[in-house]
């Protein structure tokens, strides 16, 4: 598929590039989340915090300009942290999809970083209709969906990839006024004050 690709549009290589990458991705956190329940070893490296949400909201950038989204990026401090980058990839990827799924007629998502004492708060916003007091006691249970095509795994597989890293999600929210989640990480050990 490349070489017949790359023969017939000059330039795509990068985009293949970045299909691969994240076909491989898939792959992997699909045979790590089959079985929720089970133990799963994560491979750790430094993670530069403001890099992985650029490349998430550079992947999404072709769907939320098609559903006349607005991507705001407030990049903050960066901030280091060691964790699974392709846990952690689909965790924040799992919480901007359904920012954009909220807004289909259109909206803002605004992310941001930021530290606040030895923790990395990742914070998602978007202007779509909220989701009431009602369904946010089980938006992180496995298997519950608000929506009529969705498998309910998706922010239960956040959650859980937050919980292994020592982190946690929450969300805050009011109907016709978004919805914000908040994903909280430790910091680096190297990047803690001495």
């Known amino acids: 598929m490349r070489a017949r690709v790359s023969e017939e549009v000059p330039g795509a290589e990068a985009d293949l590039d970045v299909l691969a990458q994240e076909v491989t991705r898939l792959d992997r956190v699909v045979k790590t989340f089959l079985d929720l329940s089970r133990p799963v070893a994560l491979d750790r490296q430094q993670v530069q915090v403001s890099d992985l949400v650029t490349e998430i ?3 999404v950038q072709p769907e939320a300009a098609r559903s006349g989204v607005i991507l705001e990026w407030e990049p903050g401090e960066d901030v280091a942290i060691s964790a699974d ?8 990827l799992n919480v901007v999809r359904n920012a954009l799924d909220a807004m289909p007629g259109g909206g803002h998502l605004r992310a941001s970083v930021e530290r ?3 923790r990395c708060e990742i914070s998602v916003s978007d202007t779509g209709p909220g989701i009431p007091s009602e369904l946010r006691q089980r938006i992180f249970e496995p298997f519950y969906s608000t929506k009529e095509s969705g498998s309910g795994i998706g922010l239960a597989m956040t959650a859980r990839v937050l919980q292994m890293h020592g982190g ?21 050990p190297a990047e803690l004050p001495s």
Do not use: N
């Open 116 to 118: 606040s004492g030895d």
């Open 85 to 92: 980058a392709d846990l952690l990839r689909h965790a924040l």
């Open 168 to 188: 946690s999600v929450d969300l805050e929210s009011a109907p016709g006024q978004g919805t914000t989640f908040c994903l909280r990480l430790p910091v680096a």
């Open 57 to 59: 909201l550079t992947l």
